[in-house]
C-alpha cells in the first residue's frame, strides 16, 4: 500500500490523515530519505472536528494558499549540530537550515529537539509522538521538557504536553473532491 499523507493547515489547524485504519511503525515511521510535503490551504467556515467511527470530513470548500512545506529525512551525523541531540535516530531538515530530530526506540516514536538559525531547543525529557501501532481509539498524552535557547542569548525552559490521538475514522475529501476511504 503507497503512503497517503495529506496535511491541511488552517486556522492554527493541522491534519494529517492517512488512509488506513491502523498505522504502523514499519509502513508510518520515517525513514532517511523520506520526503515529507505539507501544502497549506485556507477556509472561510467553520471545519468539521467530529470523532468517531465512520464519519465524513469534508474539506473541499479549502483553498490553496502559498504555504509549502517540505522536510526531507536525512542521517543526525549528516546535520551540522546533530551532536547536541542525544539518542537522535533522524532528522528532518527543512531545507532553510532547520532541522528537527526524532528518536526511534522499539515501538515508540519521540521528538528529541529542534535546531533552527533562530531557535534551539533540546528536550532532555523527550516528547513521545507515537507508540505504535496507532488505530481508532489511541490516545497517548506525555510531558516533554528541555532547554530553549533563541537568538543564542535568551535562554531558559522549555516545557509542554503533546497528545496523540486516534479519534475518528471515516471518509476524508480534498479539495478538487478527491476521497479517501477507511481514514484513522
Not at 14 to 20: D, E, K
Not at 82 to 110: C, I, W
Request: aromatic letters at 10%.
Amino acid at each position: 500500500m503507497k503512503k497517503i499523507y495529506l496535511s491541511i493547515i488552517a486556522s492554527a489547524f493541522m491534519l494529517s490523515a492517512n488512509a488506513q485504519l491502523s498505522l504502523t511503525k514499519a509502513f508510518n515511521e520515517p525513514v532517511v530519505a523520506d520526503v515529507n510535503t505539507n501544502q497549506g490551504y485556507d477556509s472561510t467556515t467553520a471545519l468539521p472536528k467530529t470523532t468517531g467511527m465512520n464519519q465524513v470530513w469534508n474539506f473541499s470548500s479549502l483553498t490553496t494558499n502559498t504555504v509549502v512545506e517540505v522536510g526531507t529525512f536525512t542521517t543526525v551525523a549528516s546535520t551540522p549540530n546533530g551532536a547536541n541531540f542525544s539518542g537522535s535516530t533522524l532528522a528532518q531538515a527543512d531545507g532553510l537550515g532547520a532541522y528537527t530530530y526524532f528518536k526511534s526506540v522499539g515501538s515508540q516514536y519521540e521528538i528529541v529537539g529542534v535546531d533552527d538559525p533562530n531557535a534551539v531547543i533540546i528536550f532532555t525529557n523527550t516528547a513521545v509522538a507515537a507508540n505504535w501501532p496507532v488505530s481508532y481509539g489511541y490516545s497517548n498524552t506525555d510531558v516533554f521538557s528541555g532547554t530553549a535557547a533563541i537568538n543564542g542569548t535568551l535562554t531558559g525552559t522549555a516545557m509542554g504536553t503533546i497528545t496523540t490521538l486516534g479519534s475518528g475514522t471515516g471518509t476524508l475529501i480534498i479539495p478538487g473532491g478527491t476521497s479517501y476511504t477507511n481514514v484513522l
